[in-house]
Nanobody, 116 residues
Framework: QVQVVEFGGGLAQPGGSLRLSCTAS????????MGWYRQAPGKEREWVAT???????DYADAVKGRFTISRDNPKNTMYLQMNSLKPEDTAVYYC??????????WGQGTQVNVSS
């Protein structure tokens, strides 16, 4: 059994910051890559950022320069530092974990609201 849990959502003002974290635990083998996705009301889930086990990161254009993804491999934990938040960043943010055997796991999501 594998559990993927996100933490850190909440309310921020435009221009503010939030930090999300995601931890994978349980019967999980080596993690290949971890990523963040988000889904705004009435929209499709979209990719936000990905980080490999070697630390190589990639970002969606919408968040590039504002969000920073990082991970702590021994702890199977990933972070998303979100700065200069905009109202359009409001969404449920989901953690995605892909193992070396290409099994994929999702967290339940954490709500981020950006509003004045």
């Amino acid at each position: 059994q594998v559990q993927v849990v996100e933490f850190g959502g909440g309310l921020a003002q435009p221009g503010g910051s939030l930090r999300l974290s995601c931890t994978a635990s349980g019967s999980i083998a080596s993690i290949n890559r971890m990523g963040w996705y988000r889904q705004a009301p009435g929209k499709e889930r979209e990719w936000v950022a990905t980080i490999t086990s070697g630390g190589s990161a990639d970002y969606a254009d919408a968040v590039k320069g504002r969000f920073t993804i990082s991970r702590d491999n021994p702890k199977n934990t990933m972070y998303l530092q979100m700065n200069s938040l905009k109202p359009e960043d409001t969404a449920v943010y989901y953690c995605n974990v892909v193992t070396d055997s290409w099994r994929q796991y999702w967290g339940q999501g954490t709500q981020v609201n950006v509003s004045s």
